[in-house]
């Protein structure tokens, strides 16, 4: 009731965030959640992203898939397409989302080519060294990290260069 009818920002948050908890046992609880994915304020879409979970899933795993996908290509947050691409990741093991996180490694955020490093990373590993080798000149640390990341646990000799270069 609560996330519906306040008209405070904190108040629809601080809802958001205590249904996290009961939406395993709760119907009402995962609607009102999918349902936060859709507010006007960015940081309660966040935050409802965070509260998917497995049990949020629950009958509702196709709906938040495609409204999840979009997010990572329409939101105009970049912090929220982030977590999308981390939520897809997380709790889908779909071959259909590769293009959407190949789509995401063009994003103006860096943060956000990060992330889609990241689930590219679980979800492609053959592919996963030539695709963060197309990165490697990017000049931004979150991405240069998450590039570290990958080349030390599927790399070999060959990125001793790239440690080299980046890390002097």
């Known amino acids: ?42 940081k309660i ?3 409802a992203i965070h509260n998917i979970s497995k049990d949020i899933l629950y009958g509702k795993k196709e709906v938040l898939k495609q409204i999840l996908t979009v997010m ?12 999308a691409i981390a939520c897809l990741s997380d709790h889908y ?15 103006s955020a860096y943060s956000v080519v990060a992330e889609a490093l990241e689930a590219l990373s679980k979800k492609k590993p053959d592919d996963i060294l030539s695709i ?6 990017v000049k931004n640390n979150t991405v240069k990290i998450a590039i570290a990341r990958i080349y030390s646990e599927r790399g070999s000799d060959e990125q001793h260069v790239f440690f080299k270069k980046t890390f002097a």
């Open 132 to 137: 963060a080798k197309t990165q490697e000149e």
């Open 72 to 83: 990572i290509i329409k939101d105009p947050k970049p912090a929220i397409r982030s977590a």
């Open 93 to 107: 093991d779909d071959e259909d989302l590769i293009a959407a996180y190949k789509k995401a490694m063009n994003d």
């Open 45 to 47: 879409r966040e935050t």
């Open 1 to 42: 009731f609560q996330y519906y009818h306040a008209p405070l920002y904190l108040d629809r948050y601080e809802a958001i965030s205590a249904l996290g908890a009961s939406a395993e046992k709760d119907s009402l609880s995962r609607k009102t959640i999918t349902d936060a994915l859709q507010d006007k304020f960015w």
